[in-house]
């Protein structure tokens, strides 16, 4: 007798197998079997005549640090069938942390991944020092989806530097030896490997304070004896937002995988250039011809922002924009009044420099070949205002209100800003990426699709729902890749990645992490606020239509759009999941 049966779907199992029907039957949280099985050997039985069957999926680059204690699902991932998350990406985390450190490490997060202060406050369990203690709260914490965990580099490095120092200078030997001391313990107690943003002086997710993150200014002799400490162990891989030749260094020393962000057609999920798409195909081969693993972390979603100035910080790649949009809502306000604030920003305009949405330059744009893509304060458009006196504004773009209102562009944008206390909402203009592009990277050999960024930039963007995206937009409409491929790409394959075990694909003997949906009705819902955030902060959410089941270790988790309440996940320390 089976636990549950899914009966009469068209299996995909992950692996590039030829599409084929079956019934799978699960028993005790795995695929007991795969083939014909009698109507009356199901304690409960799934229906999938007509539809999908395949492995959930696995999503590398999350934030998901803060809000899996209050959201055992982790959604927006949990409503599009994914089942396994990694997070700790980018170097940003919460262990280890003194408890006198705590709310420092949340402000940081509440700018740079814009996670709302007020609910990581009220939200998060905060039961742990060290980094094995932050484990042992994910484990005992309820899950509804597997979790994986980076160390991030910039709570190691402060825990262990000072933040002040960490952020003005090398270690000394003897820091560096503690921090790789601490970070062995971590990938001993089942951490999967380091996560580092190496932005430069000019970073775009930035500290709480505008300044950049300790490791966008790391010295290389740091980040090296990093990996050092995973090739001595032999085990782990890194995660690398910077310079594609930092990842080629971290896998030679490490002889570890990396995860190197960005493979993108154009920009990344920030909205930022990125290198050329074949440019950098042409760099994961060569670098994987060498010997090393570099795995390609692929951006396949069109990538658009909605915003205020309420919570705006993605113009950060601009010095004025940045101090403006630093302090508390008062402080930012009146700076947003300041005459000689706003002289600096029509100045920085009019030479052509101003910020696009998600970091770099319209010049930096226009220069790399962006030109009528480029997201920039001129293409801005007003999508809603709270304020009854100024709904005659939602709708124009913020040249026809400057040129409506006789001022410059800054004023109009500042000053419909205030007027609406804040929280009028501008819309970026639709990037839609070349379909010849995306068939380029997301069909190079080391790509993996995602950057979902899931629980980070909350009230801007919602990429979680990537692999409906993916399945929907560009395998079902635009035909870059068949099914098959498409699930490799989206589960076997980032799990063989993050060194899981068994998951990502269905076979016999393997956790029953499974999505069962309807192909050709699948779709993403439209964006939409939700208040469901601790202490009543909200954020933009989007859902999706056409998945039937999802299961996580052989329990259903949603059925249709609904939750079920089960948590089964697990905490998959490394390599023992």
């Known amino acids: 007798m089976f636990d549950t049966v899914i009966r009469g779907g068209t299996v995909i199992d992950g692996l590039r197998t030829p599409r084929f029907r079956a019934d799978i039957g699960i028993k005790e949280g795995l695929v007991a079997s795969i083939g014909r099985i009698h109507n009356t050997d199901g304690a409960h039985i799934i229906d999938a005549d007509g539809l999908i069957v395949a492995p959930g999926f696995v999503d590398l680059h999350t934030h998901y640090d803060s809000q899996v204690y209050w959201d055992p699902w982790c959604s927006i991932s949990g409503w599009h069938g994914v089942t396994s998350v990694v997070i700790g990406n980018c170097g940003f985390g919460f262990a280890p942390v003194r408890a006198g450190d705590q709310e420092r490490a949340m402000l940081t997060m509440a700018r740079n991944e814009a996670v709302p202060m007020e609910s990581m406050r009220e939200g998060m369990a905060w039961d742990w020092e060290t980094y094995p203690e932050f484990l042992d709260s994910l484990d005992r914490t309820p899950k509804g989806i597997n979790l994986l965990s980076y160390v991030g580099l910039n709570p190691l490095m402060a825990y262990v530097m000072g933040l002040e120092a960490a952020k003005s200078r090398p270690a000394n030997e003897a820091e560096r030896e503690e921090m790789c001391r601490l970070f062995e313990e971590a990938l001993l107690a089942g951490a999967c490997g380091f996560s580092v943003q190496l932005g430069g002086e000019g970073s775009v997710q930035r500290d709480y304070d ?3 993150m300790i490791t966008d200014l790391m010295s290389e002799d740091d980040l090296l004896a990093f990996a050092g400490v995973m090739q001595k162990v032999g ?5 690398i937002s910077g310079p594609f030749d930092a990842a080629e260094k971290v896998a030679e020393v490490s002889g570890r995988p990396v995860i190197w962000n960005l493979l993108a057609p154009a920009t990344d999920q920030h909205g930022q250039n990125t290198p050329p798409h074949r440019l950098m195909i042409e760099k994961l081969d060569e670098a994987n011809a060498k010997g090393l693993r570099i795995f390609g972390q692929a951006l396949t979603v069109d990538v658009g922002f909605e915003f205020s100035l309420e919570d705006w910080n993605l113009f950060d790649s601009s010095p004025v924009w940045r101090e403006v949009t630093i302090g508390t809502r008062e402080e930012r306000m009146a700076k947003m009044r300041d005459p000689e604030q706003r002289r600096a920003l029509r100045e920085e305009f009019d030479s052509g420099h101003g910020p696009i949405a998600g970091g ?5 744009m ?16 007003v999508e809603e205002v709270e304020n009854p006196e100024l709904k005659s504004y939602e709708g124009l773009g913020l040249t026809e209100i400057a040129e409506q209102d006789g001022k410059h562009i800054i004023d109009a944008f500042l000053d419909l800003s205030l ?3 804040l929280q009028a909402t501008f819309v970026t203009p639709p990037r839609p990426t070349d379909p010849e592009a995306m068939a380029e990277v997301a069909n190079s050999p080391v790509a993996i699709p995602g950057v979902s960024d899931g629980g980070a930039h909350t009230k801007f963007i919602t990429l979680g729902a990537y692999p409906t995206e993916f399945l929907t937009h560009w395998v079902r409409d635009a035909g870059i890749m068949d099914l098959e491929q498409a699930h490799w790409r989206l589960s076997a394959y980032p799990a063989l990645a993050a060194g899981f075990r068994d998951r990502g694909c269905i076979r016999e003997g393997a956790p029953a992490d499974i999505v069962v949906y309807d192909y050709e009705n699948l779709k993403m ?13 909200w954020r933009r959410v989007r859902k999706a239509e056409g998945y039937r089941y999802t299961l996580v270790n052989g329990q259903i988790t949603f059925e249709e759009s ?16």
């Open 525 to 537: 819902l439209p964006v939409e606020k939700a208040w469901d955030f601790p202490a009543g902060a």
């Open 562 to 577: 609904n939750c079920t309440g089960a948590t089964p996940g697990h905490l998959l320390r490394h390599g023992s999941g």
């Open 366 to 381: 226009k220069a790399a070949g962006g030109g009528a893509n480029v997201s920039g304060i001129a293409q801005l458009t």
């Open 210 to 212: 505008g300044t950049p």
């Open 235 to 239: 085990r782990g891989f890194a995660q």
């Open 360 to 364: 770099g330059t319209e010049s930096q």
């Open 419 to 421: 007027a609406d206390d």
